[in-house]
């Protein structure tokens, strides 16, 4: 950070202890670097809301035993080639199986993606997990 502002903020105690509370939950080691992550997080936030280009991944669990489930997964996976950045395949144990898809792009197509994967009978759960890509977020 080559220029750091200094700013007073006004809140009620028991705000301001609560805010204590989970700082110290989180191990953060003081209130100003807890405050430039809220900050970041609502900044990234608004960058999704734009349409901004998002980075993330996609974890979802589903029976590797399901008929032809590999394939309606693959060929979704096709479907969205532009915004995925890669997979890897877990065996979670004889039945399930997790999957990671990290990707790269807009937040719409990425939602999109998820919710054509959690669509498909088989698939247990999906989460998208989305980030920024890191450029204006400093």
């Not at 750091?4 to 110290?24: C, P």
């Not at 999957?99 to 698939?123: F, M």
């Not at 247990?124 to 980030?131: D, E, F, G, I, Q």
Request: with cysteine; aromatic share 6%.
């Amino acid at each position: 950070m080559s220029d750091l502002f200094r700013f007073g903020v006004s809140l009620e105690k028991g705000l301001l202890d609560r805010f204590d509370r989970l700082i110290k939950e989180r191990n953060y080691t003081n209130r100003s670097e807890a405050l430039r992550d809220l900050i970041r997080q609502e900044l990234v936030k608004k960058q999704w809301q734009r349409g901004g280009e998002i980075a993330g991944a996609i974890a979802f669990i589903y029976n590797h035993h399901q008929r032809e489930l590999l394939n309606k997964i693959t060929d979704v996976q096709h479907n969205f080639q532009k915004v995925i950045i890669s997979t890897q395949h877990i065996h979670l144990d004889h039945n399930n199986c997790l999957e990671i898809i990290a990707l790269r792009g807009n937040p719409k197509v990425a939602q999109k993606l998820t919710d054509s994967l959690k669509s498909i009978k088989g698939v247990k759960h999906a989460t998208l997990s989305m980030s920024s890509t890191g450029k204006d977020i400093d």
